[in-house]
Nanobody
């Protein structure tokens, strides 16, 4: 049974930082690309950042480039998401997702999902 268990998140002031984690089990983690999505109230779920199976390539939405960093530790079956210089518009429920081999950049392409974690940014 595949599980993606997220941790981290919470409330932070604008300009602050948070780090999310997503621990995977039940799959060959190193064969899966990882993506973080987010969904704000009333909006569609959007891709925020992705990382390839090896960790050698990453992709970011323009809105978070230079502020957020995605990384992975294949030995620990975990993907991390460090968010710096947070803005009120970053507030959303964040989800990790995986896809075998290729990166999933749309929700329908992903194979498995984490449970979601709330990020709230106060102004």
């Amino acid at each position: 049974q595949v599980q993606l268990v997220q941790s981290g998140g919470g409330l932070v002031q604008a300009g602050g930082s948070l780090k999310l984690s997503c621990a995977a089990s039940g799959l060959a983690f190193s064969d899966y690309s990882m993506t973080w999505f987010r969904q704000a109230p009333g909006k569609e779920r959007e891709m925020v950042a992705s990382i390839a199976v090896s960790g050698g390539r990453t992709w970011y939405a323009d809105s978070v480039k230079g502020r957020f960093t995605i990384s992975r530790d294949n030995a620990k079956n975990t993907v991390f998401f460090e968010m710096n210089s947070l803005k009120p518009e970053d507030a959303a429920v964040y989800y990790c997702a995986v896809r075998w081999t290729y990166v999933c950049t749309t929700t329908r392409d992903c194979d498995y999902w984490g449970q979601g974690t709330q990020v709230t940014v106060s102004s």
